[in-house]
């Protein structure tokens, strides 16, 4: 995989308007994200800024950068009950595939943007590297493109009730409604299982989070974790690689900093360059990554194609190096014993 594939472009708005944005990177013309089947967009609402309700074809994660939300979840299944949660900034949804939800802003005029980024996975989806989105209401809805009397019949209304029910919503995705909704009320008790706060997640050694099943039962049924990540100003995290064949969507939330990755040939890297916040980058299976923060520090958001993935540091405490025999080590690096000895506590 060329350096150019893992460097993801930039992501593309595919709407926007004054109720927010939605901005996607498209696996269509990012070779590294078709070919891990992963996919990444980044959502933005605006004070009484409405996503009509959907469902998609991928199982995703949704990661609160800013602002405060109002979300509901149908799940799959016939009488199954809603459930509707508070996000704030931190907080982790996760989402599986065929569920209908939609997500509120319900500040008044003059609050807070909501910013959530969503990551997926894309192997079962209509197209690889892309989350694709079907939409219930609305100019893109799919009720829409059906036959109003077939569908008045199957709805128990007229043709002309049927016409009013199915295509008097203008908008495509967004809307900015005109006053707060009524009767919209967030249960604590749903969040359980559903949504977790990256607060209540133990940071690793390296000041890495991951967000597994065993903080957040949905995941279990995806198959992914989510990793969250915050350097300070100068820190440097890796060198790394993800033992069981997990590839990674890395996205830049905040700051900036280099970023290199390395795959088999040595000299062959695949990435050497400066991210900075909006970037999206892959980190190909088994491959080797070292990030280090620029002055103002960075924060990172993954999704880690692994239920439960084991990190393999390469030098420090607790690292490949550290693990092996001594000598072993010394006699493939060429080094001094006491070099060696340092590779392995430091």
């Not at 008044?108 to 990551?119: C, K, L, P, Q, S």
């Amino acid at each position: 995989m060329a350096a150019t594939d893992v460097f993801v472009k930039a992501g593309k708005p595919l709407v926007e308007n004054e109720a927010g944005s939605y901005l996607a990177w498209s696996g269509k013309d990012q070779p590294a994200v078709a070919g891990e089947k992963l996919g990444c967009g980044l959502l933005v609402l605006k004070p009484l800024g409405f996503v009509l309700p959907h469902y998609a074809d991928s199982g995703k994660f949704g990661y609160v950068l800013g602002g405060s939300a109002v979300i509901g979840v149908l799940p799959v299944g016939v009488d199954a009950r809603e459930r509707v949660v508070r996000l704030e900034a931190g907080d982790v949804i996760a989402v599986r595939a065929g569920e209908v939800t939609w997500w509120y802003n319900d500040a008044d005029n003059g609050g807070e943007d909501v910013t959530i980024v969503f990551e997926g996975d894309t192997a079962g989806a209509v197209s690889p590297g892309d989350i694709s989105y079907f939409i219930l209401a609305g100019g893109m809805g799919v009720l829409g493109g059906l036959d109003a009397g077939l569908l008045a019949t199957a709805s128990g209304l007229t043709p002309e009730q049927a016409a009013t029910a199915f295509r008097s919503q203008p908008a495509a995705l967004l809307t900015k409604l005109s006053r707060k909704l009524d009767g919209v009320r967030p249960r604590e008790h749903d969040r359980h299982g559903l949504v977790v706060n990256a607060a209540r997640v133990p940071a690793d050694s390296a000041g890495t989070k991951t967000v597994t099943a065993a903080h957040l039962s949905s995941l279990g049924q995806l198959g992914f974790s989510v990793g969250l990540s915050r350097l300070e100003a100068g820190a440097v995290r890796g060198p790394w690689a993800l033992r069981d064949a997990a590839a990674q969507a890395v996205y830049v939330a905040r700051g900036s900093g280099r970023v290199q990755i390395a795959g088999a040939g040595g000299a062959s890297t695949q990435l050497d360059g400066k991210v900075a916040a909006g970037k999206l980058l892959v980190v190909p299976r088994y491959a080797g990554a070292l990030v280090a923060a620029d002055a103002g520090g960075m924060e990172m958001v993954s999704l880690i194609k692994s239920p439960r993935p084991e990190v393999e540091h390469f030098a420090g405490k607790g690292s490949v190096l550290g693990g092996q025999t001594p000598a072993i080590v010394q006699a493939a690096l060429n080094v001094s014993p006491e070099l060696v000895e340092q590779l392995g506590t430091k």
